[in-house]
């Protein structure tokens, strides 16, 4: 279990992160309130595609790597949710908002709409938030890379 301690190792490991890759951070903003194993940290920069990349890829990595490196200083395991400049929850409205508003065309005309390929993680915010209506229902094809999502009339 993480404490207030941890907290600040979390924000100061972070921080030396950053600063060894030469990114100047703005802010460092460390949260406990996710869940009980997850930490999340939204850094804010003033040029954030550096570090987020083409449809979030280093974004992931950076997480990734990070994640190791607080898990193995801490000895503590946990997951970690990195945010840059707000970029994910951003991310997250748009999709929600893109799948309510396709679900209501697909309702109405009584056709499916095809999405774009996405990674698991975005897909996961479409299916779940359509998950509670009785008019379309969702599911998801291809493979890989190339994974979508189908928004069908139910």
Same mark, same amino acid.
């Given at each position: ?42 850094? @804010? &920069?003033?040029? %954030? ?5 083409? /449809? ?6 950076? +997480? $990734? ?47 499916? @709409? &095809?999405?774009? %390929? ?5 897909? /996961? ?6 998950? +509670? $209506? ?21």
């Amino acid at each position: 279990m993480l404490d207030k301690n941890d907290a600040e190792k979390i924000k100061e490991i972070t921080e030396e992160f950053f600063q060894r890759m030469t990114i100047d951070i703005l802010q460092v903003e460390v949260d406990f309130s996710l869940t009980i194993d997850v930490v999340g940290i939204n850094i @804010k &920069i003033e040029e %954030p595609q550096i570090l987020i990349g083409e /449809r979030g890829q280093t974004l992931f990595e950076t +997480q $990734r790597l990070l994640r190791t490196i607080l898990n193995k200083k801490l000895q503590k395991f946990f997951y970690l949710n990195l945010d840059i400049n707000d970029y994910k929850k951003k991310k997250a409205e748009y999709l929600k908002d893109l799948a309510k508003n396709l679900a209501d065309e697909v309702a109405l005309a009584k056709k499916e @709409k &095809i999405l774009f %390929p996405m990674p698991s993680h975005e897909r /996961r915010i479409i299916h779940t938030e359509l998950s +509670q $209506r009785t008019d379309v229902i969702t599911e998801s094809r291809g493979e890989s890379h190339d994974r979508y999502i189908v928004i069908k009339p139910k």
